[in-house]
Antibody, heavy 119, light 106 residues
Framework: EVQLVESGGDLVQPGRSLRLSCTTS????????MTWVRQAPGKGLEWIGA?????????EYAASVRGRFTISRDDSTSIAYLQLNSLKIEDTGVYFC???????????WGQGTLVTVSS | DIQMTQSPSTLSASVGDRVTITCRAS??????LAWYQQKPGKAPNLLIS???TLESGVPSRFSGSGSGTEFTLTISSLQPEDFATYYC????????FGQGTKVEIK
């Protein structure tokens, strides 16, 4: 069974940093890209970035987070990470991870982890 | 960047109604379009991929159509468990979501 579990969400002050983890099981992690999607309170889904499969490891980000957020992966532990730097109040929301392949929809999601940015 | 525009933003309907949600892409995405259902406090659930392919376990009252830039999600007979928010998503190039359509009880 494919499982993804996000963790690391917390209450942080503006300008601070946070690292989220997406711990996975039930599939060959290295064969998949990993993507992060967030949802501000009461708002819609926003794709924020992805990291390609192990063989590539290339990353791509939404304009709203480019330069502040970094996605990485550890194929030895099957964990994807989202490093959030220079956090802003508008980064508040639930962050979801999902496994992904080119030209495939997002079949499997974690339950999400809540990041609250507030002074 | 590819923009996705959904309409309506909110839809009031009754059990048994036929409902249709529209999604428009800012450029052609062929058939690389997915529909998700999301309930409060939960992760999105994939209903349809490749514009019209129903995912395993999804009731047949859900259907999708379209290609290029215009897509629709239809629920043929709305059930109580279908009151939720629906999102379209393009995945021809990474991902972009529509702003969502909340289906609420009339």
């Amino acid at each position: 069974e494919v499982q993804l579990v996000e963790s690391g969400g917390d209450l942080v002050q503006p300008g601070r940093s946070l690292r989220l983890s997406c711990t996975t099981s039930g599939f060959i992690f290295g064969d998949y890209a990993m993507t992060w999607v967030r949802q501000a309170p009461g708002k819609g889904l926003e794709w924020i970035g992805a990291i390609r499969e192990k063989v590539s490891g290339a990353t791509e980000y939404a304009a709203s987070v480019r330069g502040r957020f970094t996605i990485s992966r550890d194929d030895s532990t099957s964990i994807a990470y989202l490093q959030l730097n220079s956090l802003k109040i508008e980064d508040t929301g639930v962050y979801f991870c999902s496994r992904w392949m080119t030209h495939q929809a997002l079949h499997n999601w974690g339950q999400g982890t809540l990041v609250t940015v507030s002074s | 960047d590819i923009q996705m525009t959904q309409s309506p933003s909110t839809l009031s309907a009754s059990v048994g109604d036929r409902v249709t949600i529209t999604c428009r892409a800012s450029q052609s995405i062929n058939i690389w379009l997915a529909w998700y259902q999301q309930k409060p406090g939960k992760a999105p659930n994939l209903l349809i991929s490749k514009a019209s392919t129903l995912e395993s376990g999804v009731p047949s009252r859900f259907s999708g159509s379209g290609s290029g830039t215009e897509f629709t999600l239809t629920i043929s007979s709305l059930q109580p468990e279908d009151f939720a928010t629906y999102y379209c998503q393009q995945y021809i190039y990474y991902a972009t979501f529509g702003q969502g359509t909340k289906v609420e009880i009339k």
